[in-house]
């Protein structure tokens, strides 16, 4: 993979968008001062292909409150193709991911996007991953030497290196086959274990033969005499219920009669009050002809009241007609007497404010000046902000200096201890270290002199220790004097934002005040018109015109509202009047119909009698057929008792029967169970098997010893560039035990380097030559690793990778840089070393500003 361009914006430090060209670049140096952003440009890419970076979900967006979306676009070379990775992650939303590839139209001119995108970002995350055939943890081992981690393979203790090497060489995969087959092992002794249990549960069956065969044949017997007893009793049982139809037919005749009874009282029952309410309105017609006279009367008088009415009708609608004529002036005068107020107020308004702000202007003035006193004292304090972070960075080089050579120091006090171990537990003429000849005296002073070693080397020790909290002591005072400096930034952002604001107030009130001046006269002019009624003349002279008209029609309101509601008091003398026309034309037809309704009221009356008798009668028979009716629940219920018996003898047969049959089909099962029993015992042998050979001392302990040949060779081009020719590695995968009678070897991954002292095992190393010997195992690895996945390495990426080198270590470290540079498209080296910057042909500077994070190539 070749890196073409990457677009940031709203990720981490990466507040507004920047973009980075990777077009013309081959090997260069990122720097800039430590948090400044060099390190998120490798978080953006890692984020952009594989979704994962240092932080994880919404923490990967910039904290600034303007940042609504992280999003990195990268598009990069692979195979010879152009490929294009866009991936964000919106605030309090979902991350969304689009693949593209490049390809150009029909007459290859014109270069054009085509998406490779999936329907979810999962399908996308995995097609990308095809696509480059690297996952995440892969293209960082591979592609990357992350800070503070091109150590992390060596500086393991051996028995650890080979756990390492398997997870950066993939081999983790063998560990989840070998917990696979484990399970699939344990599932096939669990079927074992249930195959053995279900043969020995139909050998208990098959021993119940002789037993079930006796308890069918009396079953049988037993069903035989409950059939004859259940055939007499359905008998007996027929002839009852024939009795008892009988009965039921009289007791349906008793029901019909009495349902007939009671519709005809319910009959009569309407019969009676429809009558008695024809009476109620006969009553009512005969009192209303009573007052015929007195109806007629009223009903004249309300005519008069009418006729009186309209003449006063349509003198309001003259008056009114002139009225609504005068509406539309009122409204005039009184919407630009309105108007003039709503203006007025609005001036006194502006001149109660005008009077308000003036108060507060020496005040304003006052404040405006200590605001800025207090601004120039911020910024001289913010000044000493740079000379903090310098100190700062020198510490953090000390502290790490005075780490590396305390843990040198640990290391070899670990060899002398041994080394003090075995001269004190072996005996004889011979040193147990080189084997040459050693007498008693001899080795009571090697042992003497490396005790003194021991003890120089813990005093050395302990005096680092002490240097090393004092530094940390001073990088946290350091860290917290920045940290305060950091909130007087603030309070300079603050106080400056202050200052800005209070000087627009002073503008604003200068600019009202000039405006109150310029219109004070029209003010006064509005006073004086609202004062004299001085508008509108000509509408007010057409309205008195209208007025004079109105008063010459004569038209008293207060006599028409009188005489509507005169009106309305004899408003009820037209239905009564109504009322009297219809009373007098129904009586007749009331009195017939009543005299109708008490003979069907009479016949029904003798209807009801006879059907009474009939019914008692009926129900009478009834009654005495009750006393004297069989005990047909009580036949049932034996009845009953008998098919239920007969169906659980039925039941129990077929259970038996079932039994017996059953033993034949558990033969063919027994025999075909101990079919597959045998098969799962082979089987369970194979999978043990595998099991062995997927386990650290099978396949995975092959595939290493074959990686590290090859991890030997590339390590060692590397480190005799890096040495001049003057160290070389070799890896050991087995050494023996301390024990000496134990013959076998000890599993292990030690590594010995070969210099012009002899050959010493790494850990005798420290500063700068371990980490050269850590660059050449770091970057073997990783061509190694890339080989492996089928990936070609293209891009190298070292961070902070010079801290711990003299300077003779660094010339050398950027050689070999230079030296392999052929062998990758992009290299790209981050540092915080300004002595450094100019040994890069090309330079990415990166700073950090209150926009965010800045990228700067030259």
């Not at 627009?504 to 109150?516: F, S």
């Amino acid at each position: 993979m070749i890196p073409i361009s990457l677009r940031i914006s709203g990720f981490l430090s990466y507040k507004d968008p920047v973009e980075l060209d990777f077009s013309n670049i081959n090997l260069a140096c990122i720097s800039g001062s430590n948090g400044a952003g060099k390190s998120s440009i490798l978080d953006a890419m890692t984020w952009v292909l594989f979704g994962q970076a240092r932080k994880r979900d919404e923490s990967i967006l910039n904290s600034h409150p303007d940042v609504k979306m992280a999003e990195v676009v990268f598009t990069f070379e692979y195979e010879d193709q152009i490929f294009r990775v866009i991936r964000a992650l919106p605030r309090g939303k979902t991350t969304s991911l689009e693949f593209q590839i490049q390809a150009g139209n029909d007459e290859g001119e014109i270069k054009i996007w085509r998406s490779l995108t999936e329907h979810s970002v999962r399908e996308t995350q995995n097609r990308i991953q095809e696509t480059l055939r690297l996952d995440y943890e892969t293209f960082v081992n591979a592609a990357f030497f992350l800070q503070g981690k091109a150590d992390e393979f060596a500086q393991q203790q051996p028995g650890k290196r080979k756990e390492i090497l398997s997870n950066i060489l993939g081999l983790e995969q063998w560990e989840l086959f070998r917990e696979e087959t484990g399970e699939l092992r344990r599932i096939a002794e669990r079927e074992l274990a249930l195959n053995d249990g279900q043969i020995q549960e139909i050998d208990q069956e098959l021993a119940e033969e002789t037993e079930r065969i006796e308890h069918l044949k009396t079953l049988e017997n037993k069903m035989i005499q409950v059939s004859n007893s259940r055939i007499t009793m359905e008998s007996n049982l027929e002839q009852m219920k024939t009795l008892a139809a009988s009965l039921e037919h009289q007791r349906k005749l008793v029901e019909t009669l009495k349902a007939n009874l009671d519709r005809t009282l319910i009959t009569r029952d309407d019969l009676v009050k429809r009558k008695e309410s024809r009476e109620d309105e006969l009553e009512k017609t005969h009192s209303l002809i009573a007052r015929a006279e007195e109806i007629k009367r009223s009903y004249e008088k309300l005519l008069d009241l009418q006729k009186r009415l309209g003449e006063m009708d349509n003198l309001a609608k003259s008056y009114k007609k002139y009225e609504n004529e005068t509406l539309p002036l009122l409204k005039k005068i009184e919407t630009k007497k309105t108007n003039l107020e709503f203006e007025l107020n609005t001036f006194r308004m502006k001149e109660t404010e005008i009077l308000a702000i003036n108060l507060t202007l020496p005040g304003l003035k006052n404040e405006i000046l200590e605001t800025r006193n207090s601004l120039l004292a911020i910024e001289e304090k913010l000044t000493q902000k740079e000379k903090w972070n310098n100190e700062i960075q020198s510490s953090k080089e000390l502290h790490g200096e005075l780490k590396s050579s305390s843990e040198n120091l640990t290391a070899i006090s670990l060899e002398m201890k041994e080394r003090i171990e075995k001269l004190t537990e072996t005996e004889g003429a011979e040193c147990p270290l080189c084997g040459q000849p050693l007498t008693q005296l001899e080795r009571e002073k090697l042992i003497t002199e490396l005790e003194n070693d021991v003890s120089n080397n813990r005093a050395e020790y302990q005096k680092n220790q002490s240097k090393i909290k004092e530094v940390i002591s001073r990088i946290q005072e350091l860290e917290k004097v920045l940290k305060d400096s950091q909130n007087l930034e603030n309070e300079r952002l603050s106080i400056s934002n202050s200052l800005t604001k209070l000087e627009e107030n002073l503008d604003l009130i200068n600019r009202k005040n000039k405006e109150w001046e310029e219109q004070s006269s029209i003010y006064q002019d509005l006073i004086q018109k609202l004062e004299k009624g001085s508008y509108l003349e000509e509408v007010r002279d057409e309205l008195e015109a209208i007025t004079t008209k109105m008063d010459a029609i004569g038209y008293d309101a207060e006599n028409h509202e009188k005489m509507i509601e005169s009106v309305l008091e004899f408003s009820s003398a037209q239905q009564d009047f109504t009322a009297l026309s219809i009373a007098e034309g129904t009586i007749k037809p009331i009195e017939d119909e009543i005299g109708n309704l008490e003979k069907q009221i009479s016949t029904l009356t003798d209807e009801i009698n006879g059907q009474m008798a009939k019914y008692r009668e009926a129900n009478d028979n009834l009654e005495e057929a009750e006393r004297n009716k069989p005990d047909i629940a009580s036949i049932q219920a034996e009845l009953n008792d008998l098919f239920a018996g007969e169906s659980q003898l039925n039941r129990e047969i077929g259970a038996a029967r079932q039994r017996v049959a059953v033993l034949e089909d558990q033969k063919i099962r027994k025999k075909r169970l101990e079919g597959e029993r045998e098969n799962s015992a082979k089987k369970i042998e194979r999978l043990k098997t595998l099991e062995r050979a997927f386990g650290k001392d099978g396949v995975p302990a092959l595939l290493i010893e074959q990686a590290l040949p090859d991890i030997e060779t590339k390590a060692n081009e590397l480190l005799e560039r890096l040495s001049d020719g003057s160290m070389s590695i070799r890896f050991l995968t087995q050494a023996a035990y301390k024990d000496k009678k134990r013959n076998d070897l000890k599993e292990t991954l030690d590594i010995q380097i070969m210099d012009g002292s002899g050959v010493r095992d790494y850990e005798m190393f420290s500063g700068g030559e371990a980490f050269r010997v850590n660059f050449a195992i770091r970057l073997a690895l990783s061509k190694v690793l890339s080989h492996r996945k089928g990936a070609r390495l293209q891009t190298l990426i070292i961070d902070e990778g010079f801290g711990s080198q003299d300077n003779l270590g660094r010339q050398r470290l950027i050689e070999a840089i230079n030296s392999v540079k052929d062998d990758f498209e992009k290299i790209l080296i981050i540092t915080h070393l300004d002595e450094l910057k100019d040994t890069f042909q090309t330079q990415i500077q990166v700073t950090k500003s209150e926009n965010g994070s800045e990228i700067r190539v030259f």
